[in-house]
Protein backbone atom coordinates (compact mmCIF):
# COMPACT_ATOMS: atom_id res chain seq x y z
CA UNK A 1 0.00 0.00 0.00
CA UNK A 2 1.17 3.41 -0.83
CA UNK A 3 1.82 5.87 1.76
CA UNK A 4 0.30 9.32 1.01
CA UNK A 5 1.98 12.52 3.25
CA UNK A 6 0.75 15.72 3.58
CA UNK A 7 3.44 18.41 4.33
CA UNK A 8 2.21 20.78 7.24
CA UNK A 9 4.31 23.48 6.68
CA UNK A 10 3.49 23.40 2.94
CA UNK A 11 0.13 23.22 3.15
CA UNK A 12 -2.16 26.06 3.12
CA UNK A 13 -5.56 24.54 3.50
CA UNK A 14 -6.86 25.44 0.05
CA UNK A 15 -8.94 22.05 0.18
CA UNK A 16 -7.88 21.28 -3.43
CA UNK A 17 -7.07 17.99 -2.43
CA UNK A 18 -9.93 16.90 -0.79
CA UNK A 19 -12.46 18.33 -3.21
CA UNK A 20 -10.67 16.36 -5.83
CA UNK A 21 -9.43 13.31 -4.86
CA UNK A 22 -11.74 10.47 -6.19
CA UNK A 23 -10.89 7.91 -3.70
CA UNK A 24 -11.81 10.72 -0.54
CA UNK A 25 -8.48 10.36 1.14
CA UNK A 26 -7.81 13.50 2.35
CA UNK A 27 -9.88 15.28 5.18
CA UNK A 28 -9.27 17.54 7.56
CA UNK A 29 -7.77 16.30 11.07
CA UNK A 30 -9.29 17.39 14.79
CA UNK A 31 -5.92 19.17 14.75
CA UNK A 32 -6.61 21.38 11.71
CA UNK A 33 -4.33 20.25 9.69
CA UNK A 34 -4.91 18.67 6.31
CA UNK A 35 -4.33 14.77 6.55
CA UNK A 36 -5.31 11.39 4.77
CA UNK A 37 -5.92 8.25 4.78
CA UNK A 38 -3.60 6.10 2.89
CA UNK A 39 -6.00 2.60 3.48
CA UNK A 40 -8.69 4.39 0.78
CA UNK A 41 -6.07 5.62 -1.74
CA UNK A 42 -6.00 4.28 -5.67
CA UNK A 43 -2.50 5.37 -6.48
CA UNK A 44 -4.03 7.59 -9.26
CA UNK A 45 -1.71 10.07 -8.50
CA UNK A 46 -3.88 13.06 -9.64
CA UNK A 47 -2.94 15.00 -6.10
CA UNK A 48 0.47 15.20 -6.58
CA UNK A 49 0.35 18.24 -9.81
CA UNK A 50 -2.68 19.14 -8.25
CA UNK A 51 -1.21 20.56 -5.11
CA UNK A 52 -0.44 24.69 -5.56
CA UNK A 53 2.17 24.29 -2.70
CA UNK A 54 3.39 20.90 -3.30
CA UNK A 55 2.81 19.35 -0.08
CA UNK A 56 1.84 16.42 -0.97
CA UNK A 57 3.51 13.42 -1.94
CA UNK A 58 3.53 9.42 -1.89
CA UNK A 59 5.57 7.01 -1.12
CA UNK A 60 5.78 3.75 -2.78
CA UNK A 61 5.84 0.37 -0.98
CA UNK A 62 8.92 -1.53 -0.75
CA UNK A 63 9.49 -4.63 -3.35
S1 LIG B 1 -4.17 20.72 -2.25
FE1 LIG B 1 -2.20 20.89 -1.15
S2 LIG B 1 -2.24 22.90 -0.17
FE2 LIG B 1 -4.35 22.41 -0.77
S3 LIG B 1 -5.24 21.45 1.07
FE3 LIG B 1 -4.43 19.80 -0.22
S4 LIG B 1 -2.34 19.43 0.55
FE4 LIG B 1 -3.00 21.43 1.31
S1 LIG C 1 -3.09 9.32 -5.69
FE1 LIG C 1 -5.23 9.65 -6.35
S2 LIG C 1 -6.44 8.41 -4.92
FE2 LIG C 1 -4.42 8.63 -4.01
S3 LIG C 1 -4.57 10.42 -2.66
FE3 LIG C 1 -3.84 11.16 -4.65
S4 LIG C 1 -5.69 11.78 -5.79
FE4 LIG C 1 -6.32 10.49 -4.08
Known amino acids: MARVIVDHDKCDLCGLCIELCPAYV ?22 IPLCPQNAIDIIEPDP
Open 26 to 47: FYISNKGVVEADSGKCIECYGC
